[in-house]
């Protein structure tokens, strides 16, 4: 069954929370081109991605899961603004590329793969990022996933955003990241959608429109044991504050990272501080973490191991424990000017986003003070010793 009878099948249009938008499911094969004209204008064109896959005759960006998924359309006074695609197992549209992306064959021999949806390219237009489209969107995501008891919802996102969908319900389970040529660097995670009580209990905003089942939920019964694989990223919303903070503490002793670099003459309290909503990641060797020409506006310090800056083939810089990484593009809202990749062993990072930095400011300025203080020191150091090599 293809997308467009699918679609037919399981279709219609749901109310948005903005009267003048409107989703559904495409039926046609315009309804499909509109969507992958829209994904060029915002990936390739805006982000920078999928150069070297795109249409750019036609300017589309047309991908081999668009023919087997459930495509939506999110019109704005009949604009298309938003777009998402969901891939469900009970249509037998799960591939080799989503079981390994989104490392499912320890879920697979518990799930049956009628289970499991996986949610892709969700885009919204710029003029309506930070509005309400995005919770619509997931609105008819639990729709869609609640008419056909679904129990495991898998997407992905980068680094920066990694607070805002775990405030929706999303986790971390795996011992890897997804590092795609084209995308960049990718943190898998996954939403229990039946359970609704852990959705209560981080106070998600899709805990009000996810079906409570009562004692017929459906929660997969090893599912702590599922999860509890994803050591690859730590958060103090998964983790705790306490434990974030220790496991900070040890790796950043074990390395020194503490006595010179982004933390220097900081006291334990204003270090807490400055690591609110921030996020640890392990890295595997040949992990490129940051994209050149991407626009992700996340600035990364180094906590073990070594990273190199490179301009394609060419290593430029290394970065090791203490100093700092993607601040350029932080700063300054310019695309990643060059990759950085983790060399040859394991490596640590801590990962900021440019929200937290100026929430920082806001509410603790003294501490604010001191980080770019430290920022400003090491960007100097770099500079000198550029200059010493002219």
């Keep these: 069954m293809d997308s467009f009878s699918k679609a037919e099948k399981h279709g219609g249009t749901t109310a948005s929370n ?43 960006l047309i991908e081999p899961d668009d023919d087997s998924s459930h495509n939506f359309l999110i019109t704005v006074h009949g604009e298309l603004s938003a777009t998402m695609r969901l891939t469900w197992g009970g ?69 920066h955003l990694l607070n805002t969908y775990q405030a929706l319900g999303f986790r971390t389970y795996t011992d890897r990241n997804v590092n795609s040529s084209e995308t960049g660097y ?33 929660v997969p019964a090893n599912i702590d044991a599922l999860l509890a694989r994803g050591f690859a990223v730590k958060s103090q919303r998964m983790d705790g504050q306490e434990l974030f903070f220790s496991d900070f503490k040890t790796i950043a002793k074990q390395t020194n990272a503490l006595d010179a670099g982004l933390f220097q003459g900081m006291g334990e309290d204003e ?36 990273f190199e800056v490179r301009d394609g083939e060419k290593t430029l810089a290394t970065i090791k424990p203490g100093e700092v990484f993607g601040e350029i593009a932080f700063f300054l809202k310019l695309p990643r000017t060059m990759d950085v990749v983790c060399a040859e062993q394991e490596a640590t990072i801590v990962s900021f986003n ?13 501490a604010a003070a001191t980080l770019l203080y430290n920022v400003s020191s090491i960007l100097c150091g770099r500079l000198k010793k550029t200059n010493e090599l002219l």
């Design 354 to 366: 440019d929200k937290t930095i100026r929430t920082l400011i806001e509410s603790h300025s003294e």
């Design 91 to 159: 249509d037998n549209a799960l591939t080799e590329r989503h079981i390994d992306q989104y490392d499912l064959l320890g879920f697979l021999d518990h799930v049956a793969l009628d289970q499991i949806v996986i949610g892709e390219r969700f885009m919204i237009a710029p003029v309506h990022r930070g509005g309400n489209l995005l919770m619509d969107m997931f609105t008819a995501y639990v729709e869609f996933v609640n008419d056909r008891r679904i129990q495991l919802i898998f997407g992905d996102c980068e680094p």
């Design 271 to 306: 270090i807490a501080i400055c690591l609110e909503k921030s996020v640890i990641i392990t890295c595997r060797p040949g992990d490129r973490v940051i994209k050149k020409g991407n626009v992700a506006k996340n600035m990364a310090m180094v906590l073990s191991g070594t």
């Design 186 to 218: 990718l943190i898998p995670l996954v939403i229990v959608a039946e359970d609704v009580e852990y959705m209560q209990r981080i106070k998600s905003p899709l805990a009000a429109i996810s079906k409570d089942f009562g004692e017929e939920a459906r």
């Design 18 to 60: 903005d009267e003048s938008a409107s989703i559904r499911v495409a039926t046609t094969v315009e309804d499909l081109r509109a969507i992958q004209r829209f994904k060029y204008e915002v990936y390739v064109e805006e982000m920078g991605r999928y150069a070297g896959v795109a249409d750019h005759q036609r300017r589309l």
